[in-house]
């Protein structure tokens, strides 16, 4: 294994990325902050002296990502197609859980954008809430899936209790981390509903469905664009590799399913 940012003499420098194919390439990465209970209600009440945290948190994490290239050297400028950065007050553990979605069609994956996001998101609620709470702590900043790319998909997943040995199974043991190809489902936009979404092909692992059937998929498609109800038409066809559905019928990891409007004319 090599290290793409060094260059033959081992001196850091930009990855060439001039010769790779342009796909379809998505990033989620998560982290928490963790905060005594009467900050989390302070927040959670919107009684915080700075204001809503909470949205200038998320704005902050948007505009990082759209900026990690000025501040981790050598990673390149992107035209990200999509950021999306969410929070859960998680009351038990005392903290606001954060978690960053990023897009794009191009030739270099968006794991950085991502990371950075929830860097700068968890940074942000910091500084709006210590005031009350100096001893915050920014714990478990990392990247949990990755998809697009030579390297295809990578998802973060607990090891199997079975594959784990007695001399890990301890109950406070690290969680293990393996690299996954489970095959994604490819969804596919055709005409002028193409142009609507604003996005031509999407990707997701069979595991972030509810359940392995098209209303599900088209619930997860609906919760990441823009114009959801686009999806809603009566008259909107489907196809599962390339033969037509009507209703709900089942799918299964590496199946290609396309979205058309109906076709008209003679």
């Given at each position: 294994m090599t290290l793409t940012?060094?260059?033959?003499?081992?001196?850091?420098?930009?990855?060439?990325?001039?010769?790779k194919q342009s796909s379809h390439r998505e990033a989620v990465a998560t982290g928490r902050i963790v905060m005594q209970p009467e900050t989390l209600k302070l927040?959670?009440?919107?009684d915080m002296p700075k204001g809503n945290v909470l949205a200038t948190a998320r704005i902050a994490g948007i505009q990082a990502a759209k900026r990690t290239h000025e501040l981790i050297?050598?990673?390149?400028?992107?035209?990200?197609?999509?950021?999306?950065?969410?929070?859960?007050?998680?009351?038990?553990?005392?903290?606001?859980?954060?978690?960053a979605f990023c897009r794009l069609?191009?030739?270099?994956g968006v794991e950085m954008e991502a990371l950075t996001a929830v860097s700068v998101a968890c940074l942000t609620l910091?500084?709006?809430?210590?005031?009350?709470?100096r001893g915050m702590e920014i714990m478990d900043v990392r990247l949990d899936h990755k998809s697009?790319?030579?390297?295809?998909?990578?998802q973060r997943q607990a090891a199997p209790m079975a594959d784990v040995d007695a001399a890990t199974s301890e109950p406070d043991a690290p969680e293990r981390v393996v690299a996954v190809k489970e095959s994604p489902i490819e969804i596919r936009f055709f005409a002028e509903l193409?142009?609507?979404?604003?996005?031509?092909?999407?990707?997701?692992?069979?595991?972030?469905?509810?359940?392995?059937?098209?209303?599900?998929?088209?619930?997860?498609?609906?919760?990441?664009?823009?114009?959801p109800e686009a999806l809603d038409q009566p008259r909107l066809l489907c196809a599962v590799n390339h033969?037509?559905?009507?209703?709900?019928?089942?799918?299964?990891?590496?199946?290609?399913?396309?979205?058309?409007?109906?076709?008209?004319?003679?």
């Open positions: 940012h060094l260059n033959e003499r081992g001196e850091a420098s930009m990855v060439d990325v001039s010769d927040l959670a009440d919107g050297p050598l990673c390149h400028a992107l035209m990200l197609s999509k950021v999306a950065v969410d929070f859960e007050l998680d009351t038990t553990e005392h903290c606001v859980r954060v978690k069609e191009g030739r270099t910091y500084d709006m809430c210590k005031a009350v709470d697009g790319g030579r390297s295809g998909v990578w193409r142009e609507r979404l604003g996005v031509e092909k999407l990707s997701v692992l069979p595991g972030h469905l509810s359940s392995p059937t098209l209303m599900a998929l088209k619930a997860w498609v609906k919760s990441q664009i823009d114009t033969d037509m559905v009507q209703g709900d019928v089942a799918i299964k990891p590496g199946d290609e399913v396309a979205f058309f409007p109906p076709v008209t004319g003679g």
